[in-house]
């Protein structure tokens, strides 16, 4: 919970920092690079994943779990699969857009099964729901860099095995 109290800081702080309104980012023309990135993490869409990752992120984008926990597109390419086969109905939905300069917050949502075992321990058969943070800095038409805070704890024990 700690995380998210520190991630809607972060939020808000991005959120009220404001921007000259020149700086600020067209919603439309936002989303349209974000929904190939969000369309990447949908277990639906496992065979193009790394090619939709691509296609919304800058070749230098790095994705953070924390201040220095971060990894880069290559790696996130390389273990994408692994995940979304591990959750085979993974489904990751934006539920909210806020623009502040070339930062973007989203609001989000994932559901899913596990097949068998989840953060290495035995799963119950039942589905989770989790919500996510992220903040992308965008530059140019590209994500730029990510901070992400998700609620995987809080996803383990709706499906934990007892």
Known sequence: MNKFLAASAVVSTIALAGSPASAQMNEEAVRANLVPFYKALNAANIHEAPELIKQSTAPGWVTCRGNDLCNTRDE???????????????????????????????RGEATG??????????????????MSLDVHTIEGDKIARTYHVEDWQGAFRQVAQK
């Open 113 to 130: 099964t596990p097949a068998g075992e989840m953060m290495g321990a035995p799963t119950n058969g039942k589905s989770f729901k989790l």
């Open 76 to 106: 996130v390419m390389a273990v994408i699969g692994q995940r979304l086969r591990g959750i085979p109905d993974l489904k990751w939905e934006i539920k909210e857009v806020l623009i502040s300069g070339n930062h973007v917050i989203v």
